[in-house]
């Protein structure tokens, strides 16, 4: 057990894990309320700026994903825990509202977790691609 985080490796990769599968494939935006520590900070490339700190913030962030590609998906590709931090590999696809042209980009994520909850987050996000048929 991991006296920063609450959690041993396993379980560590399983909450992030569930936190991807809940706040985007099932968009579950009150999931951010339970899983992000209020102070949560996040580092993340892809954010845009101005939006609040802590779980308001990614629930606005996330929540104008779910508008722009309503049919949103992420696929967990792979995760490594170490420490107080889970890396997660993955991918992403969606349509595009506006223009019905479905699109997928990845990511590597990093986040830290402490007291069972996600108090910081890095990412880099490739741009969205059109999926070629």
């Known amino acids: 057990m991991n006296p920063k985080t609450g959690m041993n490796s396993a379980e560590m990769?399983?909450?992030?894990?569930n936190h991807f599968e809940e706040f985007v494939n099932r968009k579950n935006l009150n999931i951010a309320?339970?899983?992000?520590?209020?102070?949560f900070?996040?580092?993340g490339a892809d954010v845009p700026p101005g939006l609040?700190?802590?779980?308001?913030?990614?629930?606005?962030?996330?929540?104008?994903?779910?508008?722009k590609?309503?049919?949103?998906?992420?696929?967990?590709?792979d995760l490594?825990?170490?420490?107080?931090?889970?890396v997660?590999?993955?991918r992403w696809t969606g349509t595009e509202a506006a223009s019905g042209t479905k699109?997928?980009?990845?990511?590597?994520?990093?986040?830290?977790?402490?007291h069972r909850q996600l108090v910081e987050r890095w990412a880099y996000l490739t741009p969205p691609q059109p999926v070629k048929n």
């Open 13 to 17: 990769k399983q909450f992030v894990r």
């Open 33 to 39: 309320d339970v899983n992000f520590a209020p102070g």
């Open 41 to 43: 900070e996040d580092h």
């Open 52 to 67: 609040p700190p802590g779980p308001a913030g990614a629930k606005q962030y996330v929540g104008g994903a779910y508008k």
């Open 69 to 77: 590609f309503p049919d949103i998906q992420v696929d967990v590709l």
């Open 80 to 86: 490594i825990a170490e420490d107080d931090k889970v």
């Open 88 to 90: 997660v590999r993955n």
């Open 103 to 114: 699109y997928e980009f990845s990511g590597i994520v990093i986040w830290r977790i402490a």
